[in-house]
DNA sequence: CTGTTAGCGCCTTCAG
DNA sequence: CTGAAGGCGCTAACAG
């Protein structure tokens, strides 16, 4: 009996006609050696490594740990693994990464860090044609976009506030040009026009997905527009520092001024005011982007993730104006 | 010129005398061609692969997120790339991990997840001798184990209880029998001992690293042992639990009930009351067992991260007791 | 129906 | 000082 024979017998090889007896040898003699196929022979003989990269922001961002929840738990099914870097704290060289990638070590690439991925990575990772997966982020490289329902969520947020009375409607967004940023826009504007509403440029600020910067920011804007009776959070980590930020100038949340942010968060109830979210379906997110990573046919194009609706959580940062 | 002269242009092998033409020619052709090593083949030759796992409870706790951030931003430094698991979602069967492991396709093996890791997967990784570091967590197996200085937390929370006049301080603690669950009890126990003070089992509950566990756990104990002042919680999640769970008795936090929560977290600042809590080097941890990982030799034994000692971070969540 | 062989791409040893 | 060759472990094709 030869490797050969070892060889089709795992890889349940249908073509291969033997006697049960050895089939059961075979499987004996794996069992009792505790034989487990060498991966980097495997890897370099068919030039796939079951090894999926993405690249984050910022693992400690809790929004971007959803997503990871849902990549790993399809990761876990298709029977991939991740590969997890950091572009906070792994730095824009990204060696070890760059390396992977024209080392033929990744069979694709799931990218959430927007304007952190070095162009070296990415012509890379074109270069080598490796199924490129952009998360919420237009790179206008050749890649899969998946998007959430941004738009949508936007405007619930904004139809919630406008339902209870608010007229004066501003908006913590994140950083400028983002695509994200564009399509919640969108909804803001809808929402307001919809409603009669002015949704003028004066009453947004730009923040980040960092706490202290979305508190300075949601301090300029209110008081730069006093007269701001509501704010839509397109980053609920602004929305954090936003909670934050208002209190400490002695103003209440919802009396004062009422705060809906977009994307839930696990202890959005135990917040100084429960924060009134809307969720939106980042597990789902997380999964599709590694079935798009495993499907064998990436074909090019943009998708939404709209398996759930974006949805409504009142807790208790919106009140009615009076 | 050879596939040989390259390869030892590349891995700058001192020994080789060529002109400085040829090698100028060499690394002109390298960047030209943009040609980058298969690492699969490296690894199969060299039997290491630059890739260390870590296997996580639940990558959407901060706290982890954090010890991950160290890791990360030590992975960068030494070359290395993450291959994250998480054994809440990814389920008990492993069988990537398995495989990878057993497939000489991992460097080493960097466990959170306690008791989540199959015993197969652990087996393996001590066949194949692949170096193996637990965290917080002792398993019985040839491994290292990192531990927080998880006393001297305890000590400090029990302490600054004590400090504001608490007699009655319970403790909600984490799963039963784990190791950093005894040595946080050594603290409060040692604290209170120093005191005078009475510290028996009645006025403890475990509880897990869940929100809702650490409710459930929090309203038993304090219906249970109503005379209890202040909690010190072991873990910083439940302690999220207990602030919703205290005020939905209608008790007020801290003039009710103080609470301390080992494990500080970014938004601790902004929750229905501020919480105080003992910061923990998370990150130093993350950032020592990917250097124990890449280290040569990994003599087996215990350390604890004391590069940053605990530190007592005060907020809202203790008052004076009358 | 089973065993042998070649080659994936690299790096190291040895020969030239 | 440089070129050639073998083998890491696997699997697909082919020979027996």
Redesign the pocket.
């Known amino acids: 009996?030869?490797?050969?024979?070892v060889?089709?017998v795992?890889?349940h090889?249908t073509t291969?006609?033997?006697?049960e007896a050895?089939r059961e040898r075979v499987l004996q003699a794996i069992s009792d050696l505790d034989y487990?196929?060498?991966v980097a022979?495997?890897t370099?003989?068919?030039a796939r490594s079951g090894l999926i990269a993405v690249i984050l922001n910022d693992v400690t961002n809790p929004v971007y740990a959803e997503i990871m929840r849902g990549a790993q738990a399809a990761s876990a099914k298709h029977e991939r693994a991740l590969l997890v870097f950091d572009s906070a704290t792994g730095g824009h060289s990204a060696g070890r990464l760059a390396a992977m990638i024209g080392?033929g070590g990744l069979d694709a690439l799931i990218i959430q860090a927007a304007g952190a991925v070095s162009d070296t990575v990415l012509a890379r990772a074109a270069s080598r044609k490796i199924p490129t997966i952009l998360l919420q982020a237009e790179l206008g490289i050749d890649a899969h976009l998946i998007s959430l329902p941004d738009k949508e969520a936007a405007e619930i947020a904004t139809d919630h506030l406008i339902d209870h009375g608010h007229r004066m409607i501003g908006c913590l967004a994140t950083a400028r040009g983002m695509l994200f940023t564009k399509n919640r826009f969108r909804g803001w504007r809808a929402a307001m026009k919809r409603a009669g509403l002015k949704a003028d440029q004066g009453a947004v600020a730009y923040a980040g997905s960092d706490m202290d910067v979305g508190a300075d920011a949601c301090t300029r804007l209110l008081t730069r527009r006093p007269d701001l009776t509501a704010l839509v959070c397109f980053n609920v980590i602004d929305a954090l520092g936003a909670l934050a930020a208002i209190s400490k100038t002695g103003r209440r949340i919802p009396d004062d001024i009422s705060l809906v942010a977009v994307n839930d968060l696990p202890f959005a109830g135990v917040l100084s005011t429960p924060l009134t979210t809307v969720a939106m379906p980042l597990y789902d997110m997380g999964e599709r982007a590694i079935e798009l990573a495993c499907g064998d046919v990436l074909e090019i194009g943009e998708s939404i993730v709209d398996s759930t609706p974006p949805r409504l959580i009142r807790r208790q940062s919106v009140g009615r104006v009076a």
Not at 1 to 5: A, F, R, W
Not at 16 to 19: D, G, Q, T, V
């Open positions: 009996m030869s490797s050969g024979v060889s089709r795992i890889n090889d291969l006609r033997i006697s050895t487990a196929p060498n022979a495997q370099l003989r068919s080392g």
